[in-house]
C-alpha cells in the first residue's frame, strides 16, 4: 500500500471533478451557501496519528452526523432502555420521512432518522437540561479543541424552514413518545444539528467507536459492547435508504449529514472523516461516498 498520506491527496484528486455531480442542500437556505467545490478528507488513526488532504481543517454543519453522538450519550447514561421508545431496524426511507411512524404507532425505525433522532434528542434533554450543549461538551473533550460550537445562524436558518421536523414532533408526541415539550425537543434538535467542526475534528472525536468505547482521555466511555451497538446501527440505517449501496460500496460503518460530511469507522484501527457538500438523491455526499469507496479499496481496511 501507498503511504496513507498520499492515499488522501490521491482520493482528493480524484473526487474533484464529482463536486458538481448532486446539488448542495438548499432545504435549509444557509447551508445553501456552501460552495460545492469544497472536499476534505481525514482519518485519525487509534494510536493518535492524524491525516488529512484538502479542505480538512475548514469547518462545516455536521447535521446528522450529530445522531451518533447524541445515541452515544444517552446510551452512556441509561444503557438500552432508549430502545423501548425507538427500533433498530434500516428504514429504506428518506431520512425525513413521517410515513413509518404512524404505521409503526409513534415508534421509530432507528435512531439515525429524524423521527428517531427526535426521540433520542428528547431523553437526552431529560437526562442533561441541555442536550445539545452535552454533545458539544463531548465534542470537544473527544476532538481536543475546545472551540467546537453550534453555528447559530444555520439553527436559526432550520428552526424557520422546521415545519417536517415539527410535525413529527407532533405526531411523536401524539403517540406519547416524547418526555418533553416539543419546541423545546425541536429547539435542541436543531441546536444540535448545527454544529459545526472540521474532518479532523470530527475524526477525532469518532476515534471512541474505534478504539471499542475508549474515549481520549483512556477511560471508557461507551462499553465494548455499546460501541459495537452504536457501529452496527451506523452500518444498517446511518446513510438512510442508501445504506445498502454504502455497505455494499464502503464496507464499513457511517453516518451522512445534509452539510455533506460523512464519518466511517474501522473498528479497531480509525476513524474516517470526508466532506463534501454536494449531495446525492439520498441526502448522501456524493464525492465523499466515492471518496471512501476508493479508501477502503486501497487500503484494505473495510469490516469485510
Ligand atoms: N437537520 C437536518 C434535518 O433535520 C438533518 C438531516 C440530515 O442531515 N440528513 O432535516
Request: glycine share 10%.
Amino acid at each position: 500500500m501507498e503511504d496513507l498520506q498520499e492515499v488522501l491527496e490521491g482520493i482528493a484528486e480524484h473526487v474533484a471533478p464529482l463536486c458538481h455531480d448532486g446539488a448542495v442542500a438548499s432545504y435549509i437556505p444557509s447551508l445553501g451557501e456552501v460552495s460545492p467545490e469544497k472536499f476534505g478528507i481525514c482519518v485519525a488513526m487509534a494510536d493518535g496519528e492524524v491525516y488529512g488532504a484538502g479542505d480538512w481543517k475548514e469547518q462545516f454543519s455536521i447535521q446528522s452526523i450529530s445522531k451518533v453522538f447524541s445515541l452515544a450519550l444517552v446510551m452512556s447514561y441509561d444503557y438500552d432502555s432508549i430502545w423501548r421508545r425507538v427500533h433498530r431496524e434500516p428504514s429504506g426511507t428518506p431520512f425525513n420521512s413521517m410515513i413509518q411512524l404512524e404505521a409503526d404507532h409513534g415508534i421509530p425505525r432507528n435512531p439515525f432518522i429524524n423521527a428517531g433522532a427526535l426521540v433520542v434528542t428528547d431523553r437526552l434533554l431529560t437526562l442533561t437540561g441541555d442536550a445539545a450543549a452535552s454533545i458539544r461538551g463531548l465534542l470537544r473533550l473527544e476532538s481536543g479543541n475546545p472551540a467546537v460550537d453550534i453555528d447559530t445562524v444555520v439553527a436559526a436558518s432550520e428552526a424557520d424552514h422546521g415545519h417536517r421536523n415539527a410535525s413529527m414532533a407532533h405526531l411523536l408526541a401524539s403517540y406519547g413518545n416524547l418526555e418533553n415539550p416539543v419546541d423545546d425537543v425541536l429547539e435542541a434538535y436543531f441546536r444540535q444539528c448545527a454544529l459545526s467542526m472540521s474532518c479532523e475534528d470530527l475524526a477525532k472525536a469518532s476515534l471512541f467507536l474505534a478504539r471499542h468505547g475508549v474515549a481520549a482521555g483512556g477511560t471508557p466511555f461507551l462499553s465494548p459492547n455499546q460501541s459495537k451497538r452504536v457501529n452496527a446501527v451506523m452500518l444498517t440505517c446511518g446513510t438512510y435508504d442508501a445504506a445498502g449501496e454504502f455497505a455494499y460500496r464502503v464496507g464499513l460503518p457511517g453516518k451522512s449529514g445534509v452539510g455533506g460530511g460523512i464519518v466511517a469507522i474501522v473498528p479497531g484501527r480509525c476513524a474516517i472523516t470526508v466532506w463534501g457538500p454536494s449531495l446525492g438523491p439520498n441526502g448522501n455526499s456524493v464525492a465523499g461516498i466515492a471518496a471512501l469507496d476508493e479508501f477502503t479499496a486501497k487500503t484494505g481496511w473495510s469490516i469485510f
